[in-house]
């Protein structure tokens, strides 16, 4: 090995390591709302990775669990706040095993894809592309595994109101997240590659010219073109009613508090958006919830989309968004994406016999639909978004692949009034925006309301816990991004590739050679 390379990614001793995982994962956590500060990410995935570099398996794997702990505490505390810790705790320190399995794999790629790196410059700007790759795949597992995964807290989810926002559009969140990682690791790279490399003399100055011309370059890229035909006048309803699961509204509550709050004398209204079961139930079974909505579509004049609960001949109970017009019910999308442990539990007998007192909280199991996410409505094509339904890339691409040309995000934050969590949701409703090229409506029961136009920009919004609407023109997207396209394929080769690279460059059947003793 030529001089200079055996110590260039050498492992920091356990009382430097540990602080720069635990800081690292802090930092993270505050560059998600709130605080929401972006440029934090830099720093954590910095002090991450340096954690974690050319550690042993083992530590390396405790050091990404401790960073994983310190993130996903303060990210989501508040799924603590109405079932207790219990809840909290044991998401914050399932998801943190995610990031103990991505630190192990970094860690070995600094070990063993650096040692068969034929130069400098293919570890100083190739090895970040492999550590920025099993980033992304460990996002990718954890967003997928198990029960269809939690995709919340990706480095690209952190950085909606960044200077990358626009590069979403061309490679999707999980593409944003490997240029994030990729960026990081190339300074690091340029720190501790460059001064030991045999004959180097490249000094600090260049070496930070280097990493900004890297950014540089990166933030030159434009943004995508969206294309936009025209507009649809929508009115967005957020009622404000006591729509919590433990708020113990009586029957009609949170239905009268979306009609009332609807601004029936608006003028020139194309289209009533109310949020996620905003309806409570199914109009075509209770005449009352029918009279209701006639009574909003017929003073307003303009179709209504709107959530309720739904149930099927045989039983089966959906989260339901449906169009209503004056000749009644039109189309449905059932949500896809209900959320384990709050609208169904998985695997029920096993988890009851764990906490029976919490999973008996949840009487009925909510069954993911399997209808199309885009519907017509007002002369247009709308894709639907219930709550959850928005973290899943999937269905993002879906809707734009099924013509939608604007999308419609129905969520009910109520049970987490007073914490961070529909900031967070908002800001990944602000990426779809644009990765899909799409303006989108995100309407809420108690906030955050807002509407997004397909660069990012919120163009209207209702103030939080307020009863109110807002009327606003929405752009109609008519256009095709990259990532919508081709976003799946680029997270399956960066992912698999790195995944790939780590394998081949492990050192399968080397044993160390051991020492001969010399002949008395």
Known sequence: MPDGRRDEFAALPLRLAFPLAVVGGLLFALSFPEPGWWFLAYPAMACMLLAAMGQRARRAAWLGYVAGAAFWLPAISWAGRYLGPVPWLALALFEAAYFALGSVAIALAYRWVARVLPSTA??????????????????????????????????????????????????????????????????????????????????????????????????????????????????????????????????????????????VEARGVDLVVWPEAAAEADPRRFPAVADALDTVVDTVGAPLVAGAITQTSSGVLHNTSFVWTAEGWQSSYDKKRPVPFGEYVPDRWFFSKLAPSLIGLLQRDYTPGTKPNVLDVAGIRAGIAVCFDIVDDGLASDMARGGAQVILAQTN???????????????????????????????????????????????????????????????????????????????????LGALLVLLACAPWGRRRARPRRRAA
Do not use: K
């Not at 950085?159 to 969140?173: D, E, I, K, R």
């Not at 943004?223 to 009609?252: H, K, L």
């Open 122 to 263: 293919w570890r100083v700007w190739g090895l970040p592309a492999v550590v920025a790759g099993l980033w992304t795949g460990r996002e990718w597992f954890s967003g997928s595994w198990p029960y269809e995964g939690f995709a919340w807290g990706r480095v690209g989810l952190s950085q909606s109101q960044g200077p990358f926002t626009h590069l979403a559009a061309y490679v999707g969140v999980l593409g944003v997240t490997f240029v994030v990682v990729y960026c990081v690791a190339v300074v690091l790279s340029l720190a501790l590659v460059v001064p030991r490399a045999p004959g180097a003399v490249l000094g600090a100055p260049v070496r930070v010219a280097a990493a900004g011309l890297l950014v540089a370059v990166v933030l030159a890229v434009p943004a995508w073109p969206t294309r936009v035909d025209g507009s649809i006048r929508v009115e967005a309803v957020q009622g404000n009613g006591p729509a919590g699961y433990f708020d113990r509204a009586q029957p009609g509550e949170v239905l009268a508090a979306q009609v009332a709050a609807t601004d």
């Open 413 to 495: 934050n109520a049970d987490f009034s007073g914490t961070d969590e529909n900031l967070q949701q908002l800001e990944i409703a602000r990426l779809r925006a644009v990765e899909t090229g799409r303006s989108l409506v995100n309407v809420s029961t108690v906030g955050a309301s807002q509407v997004i136009d397909p660069t990012g920009r919120t163009i209207d919004r209702i103030p939080e816990y307020t009863a109110t609407s807002m009327i606003t023109d929405v752009p109609l997207g008519t256009g095709t991004t990259p990532a919508t396209v081709a976003s799946g394929s680029v997270t399956l080769v960066v992912s």
